[in-house]
C-alpha cells in the first residue's frame, strides 16, 4: 500500500532518516521511471539498470532539491541525463546503435516471437510498438507529455531545453509516432491477407 | 509558417493564442478539410493519452533500497548529522568554560589588600598587540564580517522561502 503522504512530505522524513518513506516514493515513481528508461534502453534490462541508478543518484542529492519544481519533474530530469549518459556509453562499447533502423530491427526481432496472432493485439500494443521504434528523444517527449502528465515548461525543465522548442519536438514526434504506427498496422493488415 | 496539423494539435493542447483558437473554431465548423483533420487527430490525442506504464520487476524497490544501503548513501544526508549529540557536546563545553570562570572568580581576592607582582621571565618578549590591529587588518576583518553576515542572511531567507512553499 503506498504512502498518502505528499512527495515533499516523504523526502522531509527521509532527510530526517527513515528511508521507509524514500522507499515509498520509490514506489510511486518507479513505474513512470522505468517507462521512461525503457524508451532510451530498449529493453528491460538496460531500462531497470538505468531506473535503479536515478533513484540512487535522486537519493544522494536529495538534500540539494531545490523544490522550486515538482519533484517528479526533478526526477525526470536525472532519468533524462543517466539515460543520456547510459546511450552515450553504450554507443562506446557497442558498433553505432543510433541508426532508427536498427531500434525497428530490435524491436521486432525482440517482440515477434511473443505474439500469435493479430487477433490477440490490440491497438494499444500497436501504440507501444510504435513508440518504441521511435528515436529516444521523440519517445521520451511523448511519454513526458502524455503518461508523465508533464507540462511543456515542465518538459523544458526536464531536458534542459526552451519550452518552445519542446513545443516543435512534441509537434515532430507525434506526427512520426502516428507514422510508424500506420506503417505497423498496414503492415499486419498485408501479413493477414 | 504553421502547417494544418500543427495549427490543430496547438488548438488540442490548448497552447494557441485566443485568436488563434476563435479562428480554427470557425475553420472547424466550415471546412470540411480541417474538420476530418481535427477528429483524426483528436482521436489521435486520446489514443495517445491511454497508453500505459510498464511495470518495473517485483523487487525493484527492494532492490534500490538495498543498494542505497549497501552504498551507505545517507550519509550526505542531513539527517545523518545528529543534533543531540551536537547539543551534548556544545553543552559540555558551555558548562566547562562556565565552571573554569567561577573557579577563576572565586579564587580571585577582592579584599583590595594583596599586592599582586608578576615577574615574567626576561627573555619573553609578547608581541604588541597594536603592531597587529593595523588600519588595513582592522577593515578587511570587517570586510570578512559583513561578506559572511550577508551569506548567512541569504541562507536564513532560503530557508524561510522553502519552509513557505512547503
Known amino acids: 500500500m503506498q504512502s498518502k503522504l505528499s512527495d515533499i512530505e516523504l ?40 531506473a535503479q541508478d536515478c533513484f540512487i543518484k535522486a537519493y544522494r542529492s536529495l538534500s540539494a532539491f531545490q523544490r522550486q519544481s515538482k519533484f517528479s519533474t526533478w526526477l525526470y530530469s536525472i532519468v533524462y541525463t543517466t539515460a543520456m549518459t547510459f546511450l552515450r556509453k553504450k554507443r562506446v562499447d557497442t558498433d553505432s546503435i543510433d541508426d532508427e533502423n536498427t531500434y525497428i530491427q530490435l524491436e521486432n526481432s525482440s517482440s515477434s516471437h511473443d505474439i ?42 526536464t531536458l534542459g531545453i526552451e519550452a518552445n522548442t519542446v513545443k516543435v519536438k512534441l509537434f515532430r514526434a507525434r506526427q512520426r509516432l502516428k507514422e510508424k504506427l500506420e506503417h505497423n498496422l498496414k503492415h499486419e493488415v498485408k501479413e493477414l491477407i | 509558417m504553421n502547417t494544418i496539423e500543427e495549427k490543430l494539435w496547438n488548438y488540442i493542447d490548448g497552447t494557441c493564442s485566443e485568436e488563434e483558437r476563435k479562428a480554427i473554431d470557425i475553420l472547424i465548423a466550415q471546412d470540411e478539410v480541417y474538420r476530418r483533420k481535427y477528429e483524426e487527430l483528436l482521436a489521435l490525442n486520446q489514443e495517445f493519452s491511454k497508453m500505459e506504464l510498464d511495470e518495473p520487476p517485483m523487487a525493484f524497490t527492494y532492490n534500490v533500497m538495498e543498494a542505497i544501503r549497501a552504498e551507505h548513501a545517507q550519509q550526505p544526508l542531513k539527517a545523518s548529522i545528529n543534533k543531540r549529540i551536537i547539543k551534548v557536546i556544545s553543552g559540555f563545553f558551555i558548562v566547562s568554560i562556565a565552571l573554569m570562570l567561577i573557579m577563576v572568580i572565586s579564587s580571585v581576592h577582592t ?36 561578506v559572511l553576515g550577508l551569506f548567512l542572511f541569504d541562507a536564513w531567507l532560503r530557508r524561510k522561502s522553502v519552509s513557505k512553499q512547503v
Open chain 1, 11 to 50: 523526502i522531509e522524513q527521509t532527510l530526517t532518516g527513515n528511508q521507509a518513506a524514500y522507499a515509498d516514493l520509490v514506489k510511486r515513481h518507479q513505474r513512470f521511471v522505468f517507462t521512461l528508461a525503457l524508451r532510451f534502453a530498449k529493453n528491460r534490462e538496460d531500462a531497470e539498470e538505468i
Open chain 1, 116 to 157: 500469435n496472432s493479430a487477433e490477440n493485439k490490440s491497438r494499444s500494443y500497436y501504440l507501444n510498438q510504435a513508440i518504441t521504434q521511435l528515436m529516444p528523444d521523440d519517445a521520451a517527449i511523448i511519454t513526458l507529455f502524455y503518461m508523465g502528465e508533464q507540462s511543456l515548461d515542465e518538459i523544458s525543465k
Open chain 2, 111 to 146: 579584599g583590595g589588600t594583596a599586592n599582586i607582582s608578576v615577574h615574567l621571565p626576561d627573555s619573553l618578549r609578547l608581541p604588541d598587540i597594536k603592531n597587529y590591529l593595523s588600519k588595513p587588518v582592522l577593515e578587511g576583518f570587517l570586510f570578512f564580517d559583513i
